[in-house]
């Protein structure tokens, strides 16, 4: 296919950083802007003893999105579908505008700009056709969104994980060197240390310690996801088991603990039936690996699904020994035959710096259809995990008491899980029955047999679901 062309575009600097270029796919034109949000930044009096670090995720930059006479034109994400309510930050059937990716992270600047680093897990290009993009275009589409990050974040540590559209054609990412893993060491050799780039230039992940006793580990599940054809029958592709288990097997001897991101989670789907997020004997394998080094890892960070969700990872006599999170996306995007979507989130976890416990997330959000009405982007604290749900902080055991909260009748506890589900979306959607059925197996039943046995049972009492 012809290499997708390029235009050099006009860009309103801000005054505190010269944002990079915006890419444009094929045919496209258009303005990338930096406007004046007016939100304060939040005051939070946390102990010298608590640690914060941002993550974000799934930002999908649409270079197409603009407003347009003729709704079918508006952006190549929606795929001709009519974004009839299209305005300044996006739409619901529209990947991310640069304009909302920048009202993001000059947000995240405002809010707190001292964090101890940042967890960005992948996905940088739109939902196109394939035949729209190319090697050099997501190349391009990432270096933007690196840029911008390190534009708003100087200086401030940044650990990414590869997501199965950042690369060409999209879900086929390698089990050795190419193009794109070389092209991501490049850009984030100002984040990662040496030994992290080789192992990312030859297989998309790495590790590095954040600091004494800490260790983030990025993996690349895409190598296990279920259309990635570059990855078929391989039992170990590019090594990552073998290099996991050493990895997590050398942070125990140091003594360390470990944060795990990646893009594409373990376990099951929440908002369908019996589909694990990668190919199943992948993902038995992780479940496994993470149950035998559970006592390692802190907690596990992932993107992907653009809902927000949690799971507890039981070990095979039911206690529950990790905790798992999934963090809502930027971008809005929604199938147009979708019932709801997701308002553009990111998200602020606070944690001991002693031992590294995770102790509440501070989840952030912009409703989308008030910003485009009033034309200006007023991100808001949608919750703090804690308040929310009366939890004294995010072990698994407390997670665990919540979810067996979520099944009582009329459990408002769960409703309101729901409604942050969607990133208030909208709060009148309910999820009943066989809806709550799936929404529940997954969060306590990441591997195969006890998820099966959980929907098969079709209930989900006490006596069932431990």
Same mark, same amino acid.
């Given at each position: 296919m012809?290499?997708?062309?390029?235009?050099?575009?006009?860009?309103?600097?801000?005054?505190?950083?010269?944002?990079?270029?915006?890419?444009?796919?094929?045919?496209?034109?258009?303005?990338c802007f930096v406007g004046g949000f007016a939100a304060a930044p939040i005051e939070d009096a946390h102990l010298a003893t608590t640690g914060r670090f941002w993550h974000v995720t799934d930002l999908h930059l649409d270079p197409t999105y603009r407003l347009a006479d003729d709704p079918t034109q508006v952006c190549l994400s929606s795929k001709g579908a009519p974004a009839a309510r299209a305005g300044l930050f996006g739409d619901f059937l529209c990947d991310a505008p640069y304009r909302l990716i920048q009202s993001a992270?000059?947000?995240?600047?405002?809010?707190?700009?001292?964090?101890?680093?940042?967890?960005?897990?992948?996905?940088?290009?739109?939902?196109?056709?394939?035949?729209e993009l190319s090697t050099d275009t997501v190349i391009q589409l990432i270096r933007n969104m690196?840029?911008?990050?390190? =534009?708003?974040?100087? =200086?401030?540590?940044?650990?990414?994980?590869?997501?199965?559209?950042?690369?060409?054609?999209?879900?086929?990412l390698m089990s050795s060197t190419n193009a794109i893993y070389q092209a991501a060491?490049?850009?984030?050799?100002?984040?990662?240390?040496?030994?992290?780039?080789?192992?990312?230039?030859?297989?998309?992940f790495y590790s590095q310690q954040v600091r004494?006793?800490?260790?983030?580990? $990025?993996?690349?599940?895409?190598?296990?996801?279920?259309?990635?054809?570059?990855?078929?029958?391989?039992?170990?592709?590019?090594?990552?088991?073998?290099?996991?288990? *050493?990895?997590?097997e050398g942070a125990e001897q140091s003594m360390e603990k470990v944060f795990i991101i990646a893009h594409v989670p373990v376990g099951y789907l929440p908002f369908t039936r019996g589909i694990p997020a990668m190919k199943e004997s992948h993902n038995?394998?992780?479940v496994a690996i993470f149950r035998n080094y559970s006592h390692v890892i802190a907690g596990q960070f992932y993107g992907h699904t653009h809902r927000d969700?949690?799971?507890?990872?039981? *070990?095979?006599?039911?206690?529950? +020994?990790? $905790?798992?999170?999934?963090?809502?996306? +930027?971008?809005?995007?929604?199938?147009?035959?979708?019932?709801?979507?997701?308002?553009?989130?990111?998200?602020?976890?606070?944690? *001991?710096?002693?031992?590294?416990?995770?102790?509440?997330?501070?989840q952030y959000y912009l409703n989308l259809t008030e910003a485009n009405e009033k034309q200006s982007a007023a991100w808001r604290l949608e919750y703090t995990m804690t308040e929310a749900f009366g939890l004294k902080d995010l072990q698994p055991q407390r997670l665990l008491q919540l979810?067996? =909260?979520?099944?009582?009748?009329?459990?408002?506890?769960?409703?309101?899980?729901?409604?942050?589900?969607? +990133? $208030?979306?909208?709060?009148?959607?309910?999820?009943?029955?066989?809806?709550?059925?799936?929404?529940?197996?997954?969060i306590l039943h990441l591997d195969r047999g006890a998820y099966s046995k959980c929907v098969g049972k079709g209930r989900y009492d006490n006596a069932f679901l431990v």
């Open positions: 012809p290499a997708l062309g390029w235009k050099r575009l006009v860009v309103r600097r801000g005054a505190d950083m010269g944002p990079p270029r915006c890419p444009a796919l094929r045919g496209a034109f258009f303005l992270f000059t947000q995240m600047s405002r809010v707190a700009p001292q964090l101890d680093f940042i967890i960005w897990t992948g996905d940088s290009p739109p939902h196109v056709p394939v035949d690196t840029k911008t990050i390190r =534009g708003h974040f100087p =200086g401030l540590p940044v650990f990414p994980a590869l997501g199965n559209h950042d690369y060409w054609p999209q879900d086929q060491a490049k850009m984030w050799e100002p984040w990662l240390q040496p030994e992290a780039l080789r192992t990312l230039r030859e297989g998309g004494p006793g800490l260790r983030v580990v $990025s993996l690349n599940t895409i190598l296990y996801y279920g259309p990635n054809k570059a990855t078929v029958n391989m039992s170990d592709p590019a090594g990552q088991y073998q290099w996991l288990q *050493d990895t997590l038995e394998k992780l969700s949690i799971m507890v990872l039981l *070990d095979q006599r039911g206690k529950p +020994v990790n $905790s798992v999170f999934v963090s809502p996306s +930027v971008t809005p995007i929604k199938n147009v035959l979708e019932p709801y979507s997701n308002n553009p989130a990111f998200r602020m976890y606070h944690y *001991d710096k002693r031992d590294f416990t995770l102790l509440d997330i501070w979810a067996l =909260g979520f099944q009582l009748p009329r459990a408002r506890t769960f409703d309101r899980y729901f409604t942050h589900f969607m +990133v $208030s979306y909208n709060n009148s959607i309910l999820c009943e029955g066989d809806c709550k059925l799936s929404q529940m197996c997954a």
